[in-house]
């Protein structure tokens, strides 16, 4: 009987598309998430739009580093100035290191000088799991089309910002014109996200 129950549940997992890899060229994971305002995003509505996801879990020293210089600022503010959708994604559980509520993360956004279209709360990790978010920062960007053009890491390395390969801005400049991202995954670093 628990072999059938766990052939069951392979069998839904496979069909509802949770062991599926994802792809850069194929369509990104569709998701329905509620922002600090209570409002619901869904990725259907951003189509026609370039989308970029950005894991955060304001107690991560990588997440830290990069806002304490100016950096994801910066990236937000040129991105959106561009018309890209800039959504910050929060999955860390209840209870774990970097979950927040909703006020607590509009004031974080507020101190940062921080700029996104909009802070996704994930506390469920659905979303998350569903773009195999694993570290804090990971990065993705979704085309036009709503396929995924890149995934990985926000630049090079976390020894020196100053000095290291900005991938993220080098995908959106590749995207926006209409070409490939180069590259289109690269390994994401940082903490583990708070699932």
Same mark, same amino acid.
């Given at each position: 009987?628990?072999?059938?129950?766990?052939?069951?549940?392979?069998?839904?997992?496979?069909?509802?598309? /949770?062991? *599926?890899?994802?792809?850069?060229?194929?369509?990104?994971? +569709?998701? $329905? @998430? =509620?922002?600090?305002?209570?409002?619901?995003?869904?990725?259907?509505?951003?189509?026609?739009?370039?989308?970029?996801?950005?894991?955060?879990?304001?107690?991560?020293?990588?997440?830290?580093?990069?806002?304490?210089?100016?950096?994801?600022?910066?990236?937000?503010?040129?991105?959106?100035?561009?018309?890209?959708?800039?959504?910050?994604?929060?999955?860390?559980?209840?209870?774990?290191?970097?979950?927040?509520?909703? /006020?607590? *993360?509009?004031?974080?956004?507020?101190?940062?000088?921080? +700029?996104? $279209? @909009? =802070?996704?709360?994930?506390?469920?990790?659905?979303?998350?799991?569903?773009?195999?978010?694993?570290?804090?920062?990971?990065?993705?960007?979704?085309?036009?089309?709503?396929?995924?053009?890149?995934?990985?890491?926000?630049?090079?390395?976390?020894?020196?910002?100053?000095?290291?390969?900005?991938?993220?801005?080098?995908?959106?400049?590749?995207?926006?014109?209409?070409?490939?991202?180069?590259?289109?995954?690269?390994?994401?670093?940082?903490?583990?996200?708070?699932?």
């Amino acid at each position: 009987m628990r072999l059938k129950t766990l052939f069951a549940a392979a069998l839904l997992a496979v069909s509802t598309g /949770a062991t *599926a890899a994802l792809q850069i060229g194929q369509p990104a994971p +569709a998701f $329905t @998430a =509620v922002d600090t305002a209570g409002t619901t995003h869904s990725l259907s509505d951003f189509l026609g739009k370039v989308v970029v996801l950005e894991w955060t879990n304001h107690d991560c020293p990588f997440v830290k580093a990069h806002y304490d210089a100016g950096n994801m600022q910066a990236q937000q503010r040129d991105a959106t100035a561009d018309g890209v959708v800039w959504l910050s994604v929060i999955s860390s559980a209840p209870g774990k290191q970097g979950h927040v509520s909703p /006020a607590k *993360a509009d004031e974080l956004t507020a101190s940062r000088n921080a +700029a996104p $279209t @909009a =802070v996704l709360l994930d506390e469920d990790g659905e979303m998350g799991r569903a773009y195999k978010a694993r570290t804090t920062p990971h990065m993705y960007v979704i085309d036009a089309e709503g396929k995924l053009a890149y995934m990985g890491g926000i630049d090079s390395g976390p020894s020196n910002i100053d000095t290291a390969t900005q991938y993220v801005p080098a995908a959106l400049a590749n995207v926006m014109a209409g070409k490939p991202a180069d590259p289109s995954v690269t390994r994401p670093y940082g903490c583990s996200v708070k699932y």
